[in-house]
C-alpha cells in the first residue's frame, strides 16, 4: 500500500546519501529550509529544485516520493484558492492591485468585490512552492536515515532521552498503526460492513465507529504491553546509556559540510548585496 506516509519512512539502499552523516544530511536540509526562507521571489525559490533533485538522483528517492504527489496536489487544490481569495481581499485597497477575474460585484453583501488579483496569485503559487520543497526536504532526511541513526543524532545534539525514545516510538509505530488499520478495515468489509456506497463524507461517517474504535482498542493493548516491556528491562533506571550506533565523521561528511557551508554564506551575501526580493 502506498501511501502519503512513504515519503517519511526509511528505505534502505546502498547509496552516499544513505550513508551520509545524519548531522550532515540535517544541515543540508535545515540549510535548503534556510535558503526557501530568504527569499520572496518564485524563480529564486524554485532554484532548490535543483540540489533537491540531486539529492533524490542520488539518494533514489523517485519512488517513494511518488506517494506523496496525490498528498501535495490536495494541499495545493485547498491552499492556493483560499490563499488566492484572503490575499485579495485583505493586503491591497480596491485599485492598487492588477485584476485577473472578478467574482463578485461590488454591490454584493458581505463580499463586497471579491476579486483574483495577480499580486496574490504570484504570492500564494509561492507559499505552496515554498511548502512543498520543504516538505520534500524533510522527506529526504527521513527517507535516508535510519531509526537507529535518528536516535545517535538527536542523543548527540544533547536531547534528554525520554524524548527521544518517544520520538522513535512514534516513527516506529506509525507505520503499525497504518497497517493495523487496513486490516480491521478488510476485516469489516469481509465481515459486511458497506463501504462502497454513497458519497465520501457518507462513508467515511459510516466508517467511523467500526474502524476507529478496534484501533483505538488496538493503541491501547500495545502502549500496555509495550509499557510492560519498558518496565521489565528498567528502561529509565539509569541516567547514562549507550548507544548501538556510534557516528563517526569521514572526509566525505566534511566535504559536504564545508560545500553546505559555503552555499549557505553565497546565499547570505547574495541577498545582502542585492537586497530583499
Same mark, same amino acid.
Given at each position: 500500500?502506498?501511501?502519503?506516509?512513504?515519503?517519511?519512512?526509511?528505505?534502505?539502499?546502498?547509496? #552516499? !546519501?544513505?550513508?551520509?552523516?545524519?548531522?550532515?544530511? !540535517?544541515?543540508?536540509?535545515?540549510?535548503?529550509?534556510?535558503?526557501?526562507?530568504?527569499?520572496?521571489?518564485?524563480?529564486?525559490?524554485?532554484?532548490?529544485?535543483?540540489?533537491?533533485?540531486?539529492?533524490?538522483?542520488?539518494?533514489? @528517492?523517485?519512488?517513494?516520493?511518488?506517494?506523496?504527489? =496525490?498528498? $501535495?496536489?490536495?494541499?495545493?487544490?485547498?491552499?492556493? %484558492?483560499?490563499?488566492? !481569495?484572503?490575499?485579495?481581499?485583505?493586503?491591497?485597497?480596491?485599485?492598487?492591485?492588477?485584476?485577473?477575474?472578478?467574482?463578485? %460585484?461590488?454591490?454584493?453583501?458581505?463580499?463586497?468585490?471579491?476579486?483574483?488579483?495577480?499580486? /496574490?496569485?504570484?504570492?500564494? @503559487?509561492?507559499? $505552496?512552492?515554498?511548502?512543498?520543497?520543504?516538505?520534500?526536504?524533510?522527506?529526504?532526511?527521513?527517507?535516508?536515515?535510519?531509526?537507529?541513526?535518528?536516535?545517535?543524532?538527536?542523543?548527540?545534539?544533547?536531547?534528554? $532521552?525520554?524524548?527521544?525514545?518517544?520520538?522513535?516510538?512514534?516513527?516506529?509505530?506509525? #507505520?503499525?498503526?497504518?497497517?493495523?488499520?487496513?486490516?480491521?478495515?478488510?476485516?469489516?468489509?469481509?465481515?459486511?460492513?458497506?463501504?462502497?456506497?454513497?458519497?465520501?463524507?457518507? =462513508?467515511?461517517?459510516?466508517?467511523?465507529? #467500526? @474502524? @476507529?474504535?478496534?484501533?483505538?482498542?488496538?493503541?491501547?493493548? =500495545?502502549?500496555?504491553?509495550?509499557?510492560?516491556?519498558?518496565?521489565?528491562?528498567?528502561?529509565?533506571? $539509569? %541516567?547514562?546509556?549507550?548507544?548501538?550506533?556510534?557516528?563517526?565523521?569521514?572526509?566525505?561528511?566534511?566535504?559536504?559540510?564545508?560545500?553546505?557551508? /559555503?552555499?549557505?554564506?553565497?546565499?547570505?551575501?547574495?541577498?545582502?548585496?542585492?537586497?530583499?526580493?
Amino acid at each position: 500500500m502506498s501511501t502519503a506516509l512513504d515519503a517519511f519512512r526509511y528505505q534502505e539502499e546502498d547509496t #552516499p !546519501l544513505h550513508h551520509l552523516d545524519p548531522r550532515a544530511k !540535517l544541515l543540508i536540509v535545515a540549510s535548503l529550509i534556510l535558503f526557501l526562507w530568504l527569499w520572496w521571489d518564485l524563480a529564486v525559490v524554485l532554484l532548490a529544485l535543483v540540489p533537491l533533485t540531486v539529492l533524490v538522483l542520488v539518494g533514489r @528517492l523517485g519512488r517513494p516520493l511518488v506517494g506523496s504527489l =496525490r498528498l $501535495y496536489a490536495l494541499l495545493g487544490l485547498l491552499l492556493v %484558492p483560499l490563499n488566492v !481569495l484572503l490575499h485579495s481581499a485583505l493586503t491591497f485597497p480596491p485599485g492598487q492591485a492588477e485584476v485577473l477575474m472578478t467574482l463578485t %460585484p461590488p454591490e454584493t453583501p458581505l463580499l463586497g468585490g471579491l476579486a483574483i488579483t495577480r499580486e /496574490a496569485l504570484i504570492f500564494s @503559487l509561492l507559499v $505552496y512552492a515554498r511548502l512543498v520543497l520543504m516538505l520534500v526536504a524533510t522527506s529526504v532526511f527521513f527517507l535516508t536515515t535510519s531509526l537507529d541513526d535518528l536516535e545517535a543524532l538527536l542523543l548527540s545534539l544533547r536531547v534528554p $532521552y525520554f524524548f527521544v525514545l518517544t520520538l522513535s516510538l512514534a516513527f516506529r509505530f506509525l #507505520p503499525t498503526l497504518g497497517e493495523e488499520a487496513t486490516r480491521i478495515r478488510e476485516a469489516q468489509v469481509a465481515r459486511g460492513l458497506d463501504l462502497e456506497t454513497g458519497g465520501r463524507l457518507r =462513508r467515511l461517517w459510516r466508517a467511523g465507529i #467500526p @474502524l @476507529l474504535l478496534p484501533l483505538f482498542v488496538s493503541v491501547l493493548r =500495545r502502549s500496555v504491553r509495550l509499557g510492560e516491556a519498558m518496565e521489565a528491562r528498567a528502561t529509565f533506571a $539509569y %541516567p547514562t546509556r549507550t548507544n548501538t550506533v556510534d557516528l563517526v565523521v569521514r572526509p566525505g561528511d566534511v566535504g559536504v559540510v564545508v560545500a553546505t557551508l /559555503a552555499f549557505l554564506a553565497l546565499a547570505f551575501v547574495f541577498r545582502v548585496i542585492v537586497g530583499p526580493a
